[in-house]
Structure formats: structure tokens, C-alpha cells
């Protein structure tokens, strides 16, 4: 048994003080440290009187296998990022080995995100990621637009969808990814989406990212028209918005950057169980402008990094100090109270997975991050954890202190 004594417990719906917290691989009880040392006489205790203790991150969208990415790939505008992409992606994946895995995750458990959601399209990440003390849901990516290929490309889906299965635990889960509704054919992804909703597996989806997007699905016209006509020998988009999004009626979505969908599209996907991941740093180096949170209500929305490719971090800090600039219109304190409720205790939710919270029974997975010396308003203290962590000072993962 350990107790650990902070000068503030963030659960995160709450800020309590004079409160410490008794814990194994779970939370055992949250008292004042003089009733729970009379409780567990043998207990070690912890001192923190200058931090805060909070639950840890999910993140739900990631791209590990682009985790080798610093400068290689083309950030500005979201079509050269692309083609940069589609360039550089058979030199970028192999120099993403092991170690580089190994890195990405360690990254991810150093800064406080112990849940991630990790869009997979090759599946050479696998092992590892099942295998990491991470909890992880694995998406499975479908992509492909040419009829010709779709059954090549399905085949490949159905053997790494089927492989993660079997490596199923409490902490791995499989689900499935459809990449995008400019690059996925509509029978490939009512083909996936039929597995999803055998397998009750929860469905990543990128949507309407970028303005280009809007144009070529809309019109099929834009900086797409050329990209699809010259790569692809295509003259037409492989879906009509709407059609494409009456797909996702049955599943469990995440809905990832939406920042040009439009209200008919919002509309659509309140009819669904449909969640927004935004993020807001990849949104901003690929030049797709920023998401309107008023305008996908009553949608609900959390934050995620996205991967390498598009971020220069995966530190769910910076994700939320990104968040809390880009939307100077909210309120500094209780936006910062959002963010991290959304980050920490809704994004657990959001993946199904348990955590997030500090409470009697939960897995004690959580951080200790410091707190300045001279904070005087506790109601604050949400907005200063993301102003000025930069790492936390200690991770725990299910009791147990990551990288002792």
C-alpha cells in the first residue's frame, strides 16, 4: 500500500486540497493523510506538497508509424503535405524500427497519456503496441479509392483487423479505421464498417480535414482534381458526403478534424453515436484553419494530438495549450477546466477504456505535475497546470512508478 500526499487532487471534475490518496493497482480510498494513515499504519508515504495529482491522458488519434518524422515531411499547406507524404512514406516507415516505437511510446507515458487511440495502416506497430503498458485501441486503416484494388486492399484490412483480435486483452482492443471519404471507396468502407459492427469495434474516421477536401467532394474540383487525375486517373470523388456519412448510423465513430464539415453533416452525425476528435496543432501546420466548437454542438469533442506526420510533439500539454490559444473566445479558466476534463476523464470514456478519474476503485494510473510556489486562486489551477507543465514529475501506471 502506498499513500501519496499532494497539495491538490485534480479527480478531474473537482480540485480537492488537504486530501491525499491510498493505493495498490487500484484506488483504495481518498481521505484526509492523517484518517488514511490510521487506516494503513504500514503504508509508504508519499510527499507532494508541491504538485498536483490528476488522472493521466488518452489521446485518441495517433499515427506511431510516422513517429521518425521531424522535418521530412511538407507543412504549410495540406495538399504539398500530402504529396510529401506519398514521397517520403517508404523511407519514413522503416526508419520508424523498433526503437523508434519504443521512443514514441515512452513519450507518450512521460507526458502523462497512458490510453491512446493508434490508426495503424501497415500493422508492423502491432506487436509492440500490445505488448506496451500502454492502452492502446488499435484502428485498423482501411484506404483505397480504385475499384481494381479494392479487393487487395480489403484482404489486407481483414488479416490485420483479424491478427489484432487475437492479441485482444483488457488493455488492447481492435477496432477500425476508414481513412477518409476522398480516399476510401464506398464499398470498401460499407464492407469495413460491416466488421466493425460484427465485432461491436469502434470506428476512426478522418473527415472533412481540409478545404481541398470540401471542394473535391462537393464539386470535384480544387487542388484534389489534379492530385486524383494525375496519382489516380480519377475524375470524380468516390463519395458523396452525405451518403457516405448515413454509413456510420450503427457504429461507435470518432470523427476526426471536421473542420469544414457543414451543418447538414452535423446534423447527420448527432443522429449517430459520433464523437469530434479535434487537433488543433496538426490543423494549424497543415494550414486547415481551426475547428468551430460552436458549431459542431451538441456534438460532444475532445483533443488528440494526431501522429509525427503532422505535429511536433505527442505531449497531450502542448496539444492543450495549442487549444486553450487557438479559442481565445472561451473563457482562460473554465476552458482550461474542459480541457483537461476532456483530455483525462472523457477521452478514457470515449475509448472504453477505464480510467481518467481519481476515484475510490479506479486503476490508480495517474500523474503528479508541479504546481507554482505562488498560486493563490485554487480556482486557477486548471489553467495553470497547462500553462506551465511541461512533463510531469511522476507517472504511475496501475500503482506501479513508469520508468523506476
Not at 219 to 224: L, Q, R, S, V, W
Not at 329 to 343: G, Q, R
Not at 349 to 369: C, N, S, Y
Request: aromatic share 10%; proline share 4%; net charge negative.
Amino acid at each position: 500500500m502506498q499513500i501519496i500526499n499532494p497539495r491538490f487532487v485534480v479527480t478531474p471534475h473537482e480540485v480537492l486540497s488537504h486530501t491525499a490518496v491510498a493505493f495498490e493497482e487500484k484506488i483504495v480510498a481518498i481521505d484526509t493523510l492523517a484518517n488514511l494513515t490510521k487506516s494503513y499504519p504500514n503504508a509508504k508515504v508519499i510527499e507532494a506538497k508541491e504538485q498536483a495529482l490528476l488522472p493521466t491522458f488518452a489521446n485518441p488519434h495517433v499515427h506511431l508509424e510516422f513517429s521518425a518524422n521531424q522535418a521530412t515531411l511538407s507543412y504549410g499547406e495540406f495538399l504539398p503535405w500530402l504529396y510529401s507524404v506519398i514521397e517520403h512514406r517508404e523511407e519514413l516507415l522503416p526508419r520508424c524500427d523498433k526503437q523508434c516505437l519504443q521512443n514514441a511510446i515512452n513519450a507518450l507515458i512521460t507526458s502523462g497519456t497512458t490510453t491512446i487511440g493508434q490508426i495503424s495502416s501497415y500493422g508492423e506497430e502491432m506487436e509492440i503496441c500490445a505488448a506496451s503498458k500502454l492502452n492502446i485501441y488499435y484502428f485498423n486503416e482501411i484506404i483505397g479509392s480504385n475499384p481494381a484494388a479494392a479487393d487487395v486492399m480489403y484482404a489486407s484490412f481483414l488479416d490485420r483487423f483479424f491478427q489484432s483480435k487475437k492479441l485482444e486483452s483488457e488493455s488492447f482492443k481492435a477496432g477500425v479505421a476508414i481513412h477518409s471519404p476522398y480516399s476510401v471507396h464506398y464499398i470498401l468502407a460499407k464492407k469495413a464498417l460491416e466488421i466493425a459492427k460484427k465485432h461491436e469495434s469502434i470506428v476512426s474516421v478522418h473527415y472533412m480535414e481540409s478545404k481541398a477536401e470540401r471542394e473535391w467532394i462537393d464539386n470535384a474540383n480544387g487542388p484534389f482534381k489534379e492530385f486524383f487525375a494525375k496519382l489516380l486517373n480519377q475524375s470524380r470523388p468516390v463519395n458523396e458526403s452525405e451518403r457516405f456519412l448515413q454509413l456510420f448510423q450503427e457504429t461507435k465513430n470518432l470523427f476526426v478534424h471536421m473542420v469544414w464539415a457543414n451543418e447538414k453533416e452535423i446534423e447527420l452525425l448527432h443522429n449517430s453515436d459520433t464523437t469530434i476528435i479535434h487537433c488543433p496543432i496538426s490543423n494549424r501546420l497543415l494550414g486547415n484553419g481551426v475547428l468551430d466548437l460552436e458549431k459542431i454542438k451538441p456534438l460532444p469533442y475532445t483533443l488528440a494530438t494526431d501522429g509525427l506526420s503532422s505535429n511536433y510533439s505527442l505531449n497531450m500539454f502542448e496539444e492543450m495549450r495549442a487549444a486553450l490559444f487557438v479559442h481565445a473566445h472561451y473563457h482562460a479558466k473554465e476552458f482550461a477546466k474542459e480541457l483537461i476534463t476532456k483530455a483525462t476523464a472523457f477521452s478514457h470514456e470515449v475509448l472504453g477504456f477505464r480510467g481518467g478519474v481519481i476515484a475510490k476503485g479506479a486503476p490508480a494510473t495517474m500523474q503528479l505535475v508541479s504546481v507554482p510556489k505562488d498560486l493563490v486562486r485554487e480556482d486557477e489551477l486548471f489553467l495553470h497546470i497547462i500553462l506551465h507543465t511541461q512533463l510531469p514529475q511522476k507517472v504511475y501506471i496501475k500503482g506501479e512508478l513508469y520508468g523506476k
